[in-house]
């Protein structure tokens, strides 16, 4: 089968799915280094080849498979259904098919955003000029040219200057507050510190005042002892 490149590739086709009838003419026990470029093969193509191949393609399949291909699929679904499966009646429902469309987003985001688009050119300054000076008036932007786009980024980084400014003070009260607390904390133990010392004191003087009192109790009883003595004589 290797006399020609044709029925060589079969033969090859026929290693890859166990088939080694192809080397039937050459006995193993004779012609070992054939018994080595079998284990070759079916190590590096079956094995290691495929498996690399079975992973690149999890790879691929994994990639495609987010959120993004799901929600571009998803719009295409329901373009289609919009074009293809809607009447004229319902195509004009406003309430399926509103001309604007109102959601909830963060300030800081959307400021970062906004910056982003003019900053890539993207702004158009042309269409919904009222919704754009009441999208400007939330942002604190009071004073803004709608034409003039670096004029719109200045106003937007002086906030953001602003927004870093107060972040700052506020790290600063906290750093405050916290050795505010300290204080208070190291004058409660300075505190109880003069007060340990005080009532120490006071211990040492009720112990002196009760060995005192030990000796003169020692002193009574030998004077007892020796007016008993000296009654007895």
Same mark, same amino acid.
């Given at each position: 089968m290797f006399i020609d490149i044709k029925t060589s590739l079969f033969a090859i086709y026929l290693f890859l799915i166990g088939d080694s009838s192809a080397l039937s003419n050459w006995p193993y026990a004779d012609n070992p280094s054939i018994a080595i470029l079998i284990i070759l093969f079916s190590l590096l193509i079956v094995v290691y080849l495929m498996n690399l191949l079975i992973g690149?393609? /999890? /790879?691929?399949? @994994?990639? *495609? !498979?987010?959120?993004?291909s799901y929600l571009v699929q998803k719009a295409e679904i329901l373009? =289609?259904?919009? +074009?293809?499966? #809607?009447? %004229? #009646?319902?195509?004009?429902?406003?309430?399926?098919? %509103?001309?604007?469309?109102?959601?909830?987003?963060?300030?800081?985001?959307?400021?970062i955003e906004i910056k982003r688009l003019i900053r890539e050119g993207e702004w158009?300054?042309? =269409?919904?000029? =009222?919704?754009? &000076?009441? +999208?400007?008036?939330? +942002?604190?932007?009071? =004073?803004? !040219? %709608?034409? *003039?786009? @670096?004029?719109?980024?200045?106003?937007?980084? &002086?906030l953001e200057k602003l927004e870093k400014s107060y972040h700052e003070k506020?790290?600063?009260l906290d750093k405050l507050e916290k050795l505010d607390n300290l204080e208070k904390l190291e004058k409660s133990y300075c505190e109880k510190v003069d007060k340990l010392e005080k #009532? *120490?004191?006071?211990? *040492?003087e009720k112990f002196d005042k009760l &060995?005192? +009192?030990d000796k003169l109790d020692k002193l009574d009883t030998k004077l007892d002892k020796l007016l008993e003595e000296m009654q007895a004589k």
């Open positions: 690149l393609l /999890n /790879n691929a399949i @994994e990639k *495609d !498979n987010n959120r993004a373009a =289609e259904i919009e +074009l293809f499966y #809607l009447l %004229p #009646l319902q195509r004009r429902w406003k309430t399926w098919f %509103p001309k604007v469309m109102y959601y909830y987003v963060d300030v800081d985001k959307t400021r158009n300054t042309k =269409e919904f000029t =009222e919704m754009r &000076e009441n +999208l400007f008036k939330i +942002l604190s932007i009071i =004073e803004h !040219n %709608p034409i *003039d786009n @670096e004029v719109i980024l200045e106003k937007l980084s &002086e506020l790290e600063k #009532l *120490d004191k006071s211990y *040492d &060995e005192k +009192l």
